[in-house]
């Protein structure tokens, strides 16, 4: 039992992620094609994607047993087309030529003085990771919200209402209006269905496994662009990177571990309440917009691939918590302002202003419930 349900998370929680990340990136440019973007890419997608599917089954009344069935059906196709797309559009190969010019680079590299102390500030960032990945575990803290958010992921999971029992009393109750569209904990649910482990498990003790590395994973592709520079060749890009690269995500890590000024600052969150939609939004979401948009201020465009991930990132914001539909918007519409007079391009800022009209939506849907 344990085996397939280790095989579960797997497959949903990377190979399925993975795959659908190649359907965004054939739009990026071949030497900019990364693992790294591909994962990230998924993500944001298939978030997206079980946003979508989930938010008209909870206004209809449906039930946990058909969303699930539904999601597999949805995410599997996408991954097939994603892998069908790879295989078309030649991005294994893509993958393959980037890899080997950076291993060009690696062989140049190791010549260089600095290989051990790089090695080093690596060996200390993924160990910072780890010790973080530890402790959210080991030291996993009850907080008050998980009897409303956790319980709705446990009552999704084991009886399949969809937000029609209150969590406090067990009660049935009419639909909750205030976190109808809100839906993360029914993404906890799917995964505790679909892996067939208990929702609490998958909450508090697996989920902190994926979400801050995959968050790490956003600081990385931050990091890449901010060092990045401006006319650089393929092949001298890693070189840069593996010197300056993993100084940025020690930074990052310390300001983590050490950001718990206050019980409101995105590093608490991030660490104490990771499975909850709101750190998801603070931490996960926010910093995704901001890889993207850094990718927008770099390249002084908006291209299809980056307005289809600001697009599921602003779907992915609305799963994660209410506040999500308002503060991504304002976030991409402010940059989207200032960089379009510093571009001096109105397409930009209209192109961006298209990704921000799932906040719309879902505003008005608020609105009318």
Not at 177 to 193: C, D, M, N, S
Request: hydrophobic content about 55%; aromatic content about 12%.
């Amino acid at each position: 039992m344990m085996v397939f349900s280790i095989l579960g998370l797997i497959l949903w929680l990377v190979i399925v992620p993975f795959a659908i990340g190649f359907l965004p990136v054939k739009f990026i440019e071949r030497k900019r094609i990364t693992c790294g973007n591909i994962f990230a890419a998924g993500y944001l997608v298939m978030l997206a994607v079980f946003q979508l599917i989930a938010v008209p089954f909870v206004l209809a009344g449906r039930n946990m047993y058909e969303l699930t069935i539904c999601t597999v059906v949805v995410l599997t196709l996408l991954a097939i087309s994603g892998i069908w797309c790879s295989r078309k559009n030649k991005i294994g190969m893509s993958l393959r030529e980037n890899y080997r010019e950076t291993g060009k680079c690696l062989s140049a590299w190791r010549s260089d003085k600095k290989e051990l102390e790089t090695m080093i500030y690596w060996v200390i960032a993924l160990g910072l990771i780890a010790f973080q990945m530890y402790h959210a575990i080991a030291y996993a803290s009850f907080d008050g919200d998980d009897a409303y958010y956790v319980v709705q992921s446990v009552s999704a999971a084991e009886s399949g209402d969809l937000y029609r029992t209150l969590p406090y009393t067990g009660f049935a109750t009419a639909l909750d209006t205030r976190h109808a569209l809100a839906l993360f904990p029914l993404w906890i649910a799917f995964l505790a269905q679909t892996s067939g482990l208990h929702a609490t498990i998958m909450a508090h003790t697996l989920l902190p496994l994926v979400l801050i590395p995959l968050t790490y994973l956003y600081f990385y592709l931050i990091g890449r662009k901010l060092l990045e520079k401006e006319s650089d060749h393929a092949s001298e890009t890693p070189h840069k990177l593996l010197d300056n690269l993993p100084v940025f995500m020690i930074l990052i890590s310390l300001l983590q571990i050490f950001g718990n000024v206050s019980l409101y600052t995105n590093a608490t969150f991030f660490l104490t309440r990771t499975w909850q939609g709101k750190s998801v939004l603070a931490n996960l979401v926010m910093i995704s917009v901001s890889w993207l948009l850094l990718c927008v201020a770099k390249d002084g465009k908006v291209d299809k691939s980056v307005m289809i991930l600001l697009f599921c990132t602003n779907m992915t914001a609305a799963l994660a918590t209410t506040m999500g539909v308002f503060l991504t918007a304002v976030l991409i519409a402010g940059v989207g302002f200032f960089l379009s007079i510093y571009h001096r391009s109105f397409q930009l800022l209209w192109r961006l202003g298209l990704c921000c009209i799932p906040c719309v939506v879902y505003a008005l849907l608020y609105v009318m419930l």
